[in-house]
């Protein structure tokens, strides 16, 4: 165990994104029954039907899990808040706008928080404030990333170096040997997304997961950027189609329309994949199957062994004495 996954009383360092219409209660209680922490993606959702998540979560599961709510993108983030503290769930994530309102409140009532950052000073005042737990996320991840569009490689260690409560890395996690990579960078876990949509318990549509399996190294790509919401998003006609009307002033709001929460549905839940969008981050090249979760963390946690013992073996071969 480390500082990471004592404070959020898991086994495994491994944290489940906060994907709306994906990280919901037959994937998150995968991740949490595998060691990690599993997630309920608040996403658009209103508190209600977030509360029935919760719940049906509750009877898959008994170990910790979290909530995210992404504060800007849902009009009922306060209400989420309450709802977590009524319905006693454990660790709390808050993403896409600022933390500091909801922490106190939270902390009063015991809850672990995560607080989803894209730069230093994000993370400097997140602690400040209060937060458990950072996530250095970086633009190599899935959806709606920040416009400072930094590299995970570039923004974790900035992100370690300015604070001192642990941080998970986000961002082109898939395997053992980018697992390896951010843990040398100073991270204690990693929060996985695209990985997890290639499972056997992701409740999307196989068209999605054979799509991120098929993809590539030229998987993603960025649109949003004109309305400063850049979004990465898995290449595809619809995703093209999206990068056309971007670059026409005079289809701003049909952008707008096809970006909505029902396009996203019909593409990740329906595999409509020519009539709606969906969010891949870069670690999909990486990906070749869709194993169950369990398979997915043992095997990143395994490959990440190797691969720093072998990147010590390297390291020893060499030496300054003679230099």
């Known amino acids: ?74 009009e ?11 319905e006693h769930v454990p660790v709390v994530s808050l993403s ?69 409560i642990p941080a998970a890395a986000a961002g082109g996690v898939s395997d053992g040997a980018s697992f390896a990579a951010v843990l040398s960078l100073g991270a204690q876990g990693a929060q996985l997304g695209t990985r997890l949509i290639a499972t056997e318990e992701a409740q999307v549509h196989q068209h999605y997961k054979d799509a991120l399996i098929q993809s590539g190294e030229q998987a993603t790509i960025v649109v949003g950027r004109r309305y400063g919401r850049v979004r990465r998003l898995l290449d595809t006609p619809y995703a093209r189609m999206l990068e056309r009307l971007e670059s026409e002033e005079e289809n701003d709001a049909r952008y707008m329309e096809k970006t909505d929460e029902e396009s996203h549905i019909r593409g990740a839940v329906h595999g409509r994949l020519d009539a709606g969008h969906t969010n891949a981050g870069q670690a999909a090249a990486g990906i070749t199957d869709h194993p169950p979760v369990r398979v997915v963390l043992e095997n990143i946690l395994h490959g990440a062994e190797a691969q720093l013992l072998q990147a010590s073996r390297s390291l020893s071969s060499f030496s300054t004495e003679q230099l």
Not at 131 to 142: N, S, W
């Open 96 to 164: 896409a706008g600022n933390p500091a309102p909801f922490l106190q409140k939270l902390k009063e009532h015991k809850k672990a928080v995560i607080v989803v950052v894209s730069s230093a000073r994000q993370a400097v005042k997140a602690e400040a404030a209060g937060a458990d737990v950072l996530v250095a996320e970086g633009t190599e991840a899935a959806g709606i990333n920040a416009s400072q569009e930094l590299t995970t490689l570039t923004l974790l260690p900035l992100v370690c170096r300015a604070v001192s």
């Open 1 to 74: 165990m480390n500082d990471l996954t004592k404070r959020l009383g898991i086994q495994l360092p491994f944290i489940q994104g906060g994907m709306g219409n994906i990280s919901e209660p037959i994937l998150a209680a995968a991740v949490s029954n595998a060691g990690g922490l599993g997630t309920i993606g608040a996403g658009t959702r209103s508190a209600a039907e977030v509360k029935t998540l919760i719940r049906e979560l509750k009877t898959r599961t008994d170990k910790p899990f979290a909530l995210n709510i992404p504060i800007s993108v849902n």
């Open 76 to 86: 009922e983030a306060r209400a989420l808040a309450q709802l977590a503290v009524e």
